[in-house]
């Protein structure tokens, strides 16, 4: 998928693009910075497609330069509910480190973003980590982006040799509702992203599950309808 001019002026970034509320989100804010953005999703093994026809719905409607799926098999490491079949996605609250955290995800993510930034010349790289309303997912901490960034530029030729990159993660210190009401703001529609960790074939959300429960506390607490489909 193609649309802009590559020729154009504007800095290129690279967005990370799950499907869900926070990355759509996330993508609507470095362009409205002015960004050449090129968004990148990951077919790693998770429970649904709907997410990742959720990111190309999501890329689409944005206009971004090149929407790029990368495949990995998470599954064959396993540990996670969002992997492995075996384990239940839980429907309430959970103590400590919940069982949907993906070993190694954002690592893993931000790593082959950060291979195509090299490659396109780009600089920042967004991801749409969240430190308040989130699940307590070690990957999600300021110090985690922080020792990344460090890490980027240790690692590449454009970080030795050239200006280095930034790792940006603009929702880390808001809430839920602050990111629905930014993102309302710069017109994201949210009807086109799926946040369940459970959703059916056809993106429809469980309701249950713990990013349903964000998901639904922020539209409410934001003032804003819920444009969520429901199974």
């Not at 075996?86 to 480190?97: F, L, N």
């Not at 989130?134 to 985690?144: A, I, N, Q, T, V």
Request: hydrophobic content about 40%.
């Amino acid at each position: 998928m193609s649309h802009a001019n590559p020729a154009s002026e504007a800095p290129a970034a690279v967005v990370l693009l799950s499907g869900g509320l926070d990355s759509a989100t996330v993508l609507a804010m470095a362009q409205a910075q002015g960004l050449r953005c090129y968004t990148m999703s990951f077919d790693y093994g998770q429970r649904h497609r709907a997410e990742l026809q959720a990111a190309e719905r999501v890329a689409c409607t944005a206009g971004v330069v090149e929407h790029k799926v990368i495949g990995m098999n998470l599954g064959g490491i396993g540990g996670s509910a969002l992997t492995d079949d075996s384990i239940a996605v839980p429907e309430g609250p959970q103590d400590g480190i919940p069982v949907t955290y993906v070993p190694a995800r954002n690592t893993l993510f931000l790593s082959l973003a950060l291979g195509w930034a090299e490659v396109l010349g780009a600089r920042e790289i967004f991801i749409g980590v969240n430190a308040v309303d989130y699940s307590g997912y070690p990957d999600c901490r300021p110090e985690f982006i922080e020792a990344f960034e460090r890490l980027a530029n240790l690692a590449t030729r454009a970080g030795v040799e050239g200006e280095g990159f930034h790792i940006r993660a603009p929702l880390q210190h808001m809430s839920k509702a602050e990111i629905v009401q930014a993102g309302a703001a710069l017109g994201v529609d949210y009807s086109k992203t799926v946040s369940c960790y459970q959703a059916d074939d056809q993106g429809r959300a469980c309701g249950r599950c713990d990013s349903c429960r964000l998901r639904a506390e922020g539209f409410r607490a934001a003032g804003l309808a819920d444009p969520t489909r429901y199974s």
